[in-house]
């Protein structure tokens, strides 16, 4: 997860609500907006240079004649008011009006133009048309005979404008969380030095600096803990709220807030290469990769405008055409009021980027729409065993000796000597283990690893070397020309095996047992209950691998795989026509993690298997794979929702517009109204609730 990857390419984002735009890096110099919205409002409250002042008295002046207007126009639809006195009053509206569309239209009529020269239509167009023909024609009846609608002319700007402010305060809320992390990290640390300790800038700090973090502070680098201990709250990374307790040697994350004790941290990344920057990259290149759903609502609402203009021509034309002109301009006008591409055009787009930072908000990046789109569809999940499924900690439980004239202590030793140069959580399990025994460790040249097998080299042990080969017991056997070891898992009862091999015999077996994850039962339990399969694809031993699903509650195994079996399996799955989820945190995981439609990749794996998910779970709590699924399924029933929604509106609306069956202020109310409606549904995501315990799931 390297931040480099998502910042090579432009960082262009709206200028009021912070999201990213997905324009090519020459197509504007300016300030820019990501919709119609934002440049609106942007310009009402003054975000740009110093109009501010002056744009916030425009509105509150051009909102308090809009009102005005209405409650005439209201007298004369009661039809209360003597006849000589209407003529002055259909005067005094015009008078009215007349101002303020000067002050409430030049926000449209700017972005029309702009819209237009760029051979696009979009709302402001339509607000323009059809409030200045509203105007327009009835300006011509004031001075004579007709109906006028100047209460429509003028209110069509003010409601939209509201809608906008809206509509904008709600994208602003998903840009929040960017701007949220990014003030996690404090502005200055302390920095341990043999000339003393001095407060500095963060952007001075350095790999292989000491930071002192002392009680209540916030860590300014990832590194490892050198001294002291405490307890750190992790919630903004995680989503677990329970503060967790450090000790020596252990790892800390830049922005996490430290407790009651002092702690001294080596920074082991800095600067732009910490891990919430890595976050922080990673989300705003979620933010510009659309879903399918997406794509779909922008093209539809590109085919919208024009596609309106030509229902109100028509309208004009065939109510002329039966000789009621009048009639036909007011159709028409309804038409252009009543339209309502924001539906179709915002709130898709809205949905996804809420879900997004939704699962952000509880410690996990999803690298775009497309993904939460296809999280939605998972049919069948398969899992990693060690450190995905199981807690990755596991215990030596026995070292097993199978040559006379080899003793558990020499197996011991030189199997932590060639491990120490694997980095495999088995290998540092036989590293403590032999040194708690006081089992001297030596060294090792030409080691040679094989991922998800096992390695070799030459290991150079109490004076004496000889090429020793480590693994499981299949690829030990292999290696020995398959002449031993044919009762490969006998009396491991359920431990992972790593046979020890030197001289082309079988010396050695060491034991391991590894404890299932507490949440582990309850997220199979909660997979099924949403439908999905689950399946234990695992490179360890068949024997270990089936006591781990055993108590996990997964029924189908398959171990021991190796990296391209694994690959060759989830490939199978999707081959099938199945949407393939795969759960890891190793490198062996890597290959079928990058293979699935949905790669889900443990914070605490490696970085290979981070990058190779399009998921990473950083807090490494399995009970979220179901909350993932169920969060990007609520999404896609809102956004169906949005479609269906959308289409029923514009459906109604338009026809009962292009009959005649819609007064133009009425279609200026129900058009705000269904913005507001597709608005309000799209937010319920930023309340989906958090995950529950291990032991209580619910799809919402």
Not at 98 to 124: K, M, Q, V
Not at 681 to 688: A, D, E, H, T
Request: hydrophobic share 45%; glycine share 10%; with cysteine.
């Amino acid at each position: 997860m390297e931040p480099s990857a998502a910042t090579s390419a432009p960082r262009l984002s709206c200028a009021h609500c912070g999201l990213p735009i997905a324009v090519s890096a020459n197509s504007h110099s300016e300030v820019i907006y990501c919709c119609s919205a934002c440049r609106l409002v942007a310009l009402v409250v003054g975000k740009e240079q110093s109009e501010h002042n002056w744009n916030l008295v425009r509105l509150g002046f051009g909102t308090l004649l809009a009102m005005n207007i209405m409650m005439i126009s209201l007298l004369l639809y009661s039809g209360s008011l003597e006849t000589t006195l209407i003529p002055v009053f259909r005067l005094v509206l015009l008078g009215l009006a007349t101002p303020a569309l000067a002050i409430l239209l030049p926000p449209f009529l700017s972005g029309a133009l702009r819209e237009c020269a760029a051979r696009n239509l979009n709302l402001d167009t339509l607000v323009a048309c059809g409030s200045l023909t509203a105007y327009c024609v009835s300006a011509v009846h004031a001075l004579g005979t007709g109906a006028v609608y100047f209460d429509t002319a003028t209110m069509l700007p003010v409601l939209v404008t509201f809608g906008k402010i809206i509509e904008s305060s709600a994208k602003t809320k998903a840009a929040d969380l960017l701007h949220s992390l990014q003030t996690l990290l404090p502005a200055s640390a302390l920095r341990v030095a043999a000339s003393g300790t001095d407060e500095v800038p963060l952007t001075t700090l350095q790999v292989g600096d000491e930071i002192r973090v002392r009680p209540g502070e916030r860590v300014a680098v990832d590194g490892l803990i050198l001294e002291g201990s405490s307890c750190i709250e992790e919630a903004a990374f995680t989503g677990e709220f329970m503060p967790r307790s450090c000790q020596p040697g252990e790892r800390v994350i830049a922005g996490t807030v430290n407790g009651t004790g002092v702690m001294l941290v080596r920074a082991e990344r800095v600067g732009s290469e910490v891990l919430l920057h890595g976050i922080v990259s990673l989300i705003d290149q979620a933010w510009r990769n659309p879903s399918r759903a997406e794509r779909i609502a922008q093209r539809a609402a590109a085919l919208f405008i024009p596609a309106t203009v030509a229902v109100a021509a028509g309208s004009l034309v065939c109510w002329a055409l039966s000789g009621n002109l009048g009639q036909g301009m007011l159709s028409a006008l309804s038409v252009l009021v009543v339209a309502c591409p924001c539906t179709i055009g915002i709130a898709t787009p809205l949905a996804t980027s809420l879900a997004i930072a939704r699962a952000a908000r509880a410690g996990i990046v999803v690298r775009g729409g497309s993904v939460m789109e296809e999280i939605a569809g998972v049919e069948v999940c398969y899992f990693d065993k060690t450190g995905t499924l199981t807690e990755g900690k596991p215990g030596l439980q026995q070292v097993v000796s199978f040559c006379p004239s080899t003793d558990q202590r020499e197996i011991l030793g030189r199997l932590a000597t060639l491990e120490a140069v694997s980095g495999h959580v088995l290998g540092k399990t036989v590293l403590r283990e032999a040194a708690a025994r006081g089992c001297v460790v030596g060294s090792v040249s030409a080691p040679l690893a094989v991922p998800g097998s096992g390695m070799s080299g030459d290991v150079f042990w109490q004076g004496i070397t000889k090429t020793v080969t480590a693994g499981s017991p299949s690829f030990v056997r292999a290696s020995l020309g398959g002449g031993q070891g044919e009762d490969l898992e006998e009396g491991a009862d359920g431990c992972s095996i790593v046979d020890v091999a030197w001289e082309g015999s079988l010396r050695g077996r060491v034991l391991f047992a590894d404890a299932l994850r507490p949440d582990a039962r309850g997220c199979i339990g909660a997979l099924e209950r949403q439908g999905v399969a689950t399946i234990l694809l695992s490179g360890d031993s068949h024997a270990a691998a089936a006591s781990a699903a055993s108590q996990a509650g997964i029924t189908r195994v398959e171990a021991p795989r190796t990296p391209a079996q694994k690959l060759a399996a989830v490939s199978a799955g999707s081959s099938a026509g199945k949407v393939v989820a795969m759960v890891g945190d190793g490198i062996n995981d890597a290959p079928a993690l990058a293979a699935a439609q949905v790669g889900i990749a443990f914070g605490a794996g490696t970085d290979l298997a981070r990058q190779a998910g399009n998921v990473v779970m950083i807090s490494g709590c399995l009970r979220q794979v179901p909350w993932l699924i169920g969060l990007s399924r609520q999404t896609a029933r809102i956004i169906y929702g949005n479609f269906a929604l959308s289409f029923a509106y514009n459906s109604i609306a338009l026809a009962a517009a292009a009959f005649g069956l819609l007064h133009p202020l009425l279609a200026a109310l129900a058009m705000v109204a269904s913005s507001l409606a597709v608005l309000a549904n799209s937010l319920r995501i930023s309340r989906y609730p958090d995950e529950p315990g291990p032991e209580g799931y619910t799809e919402s």
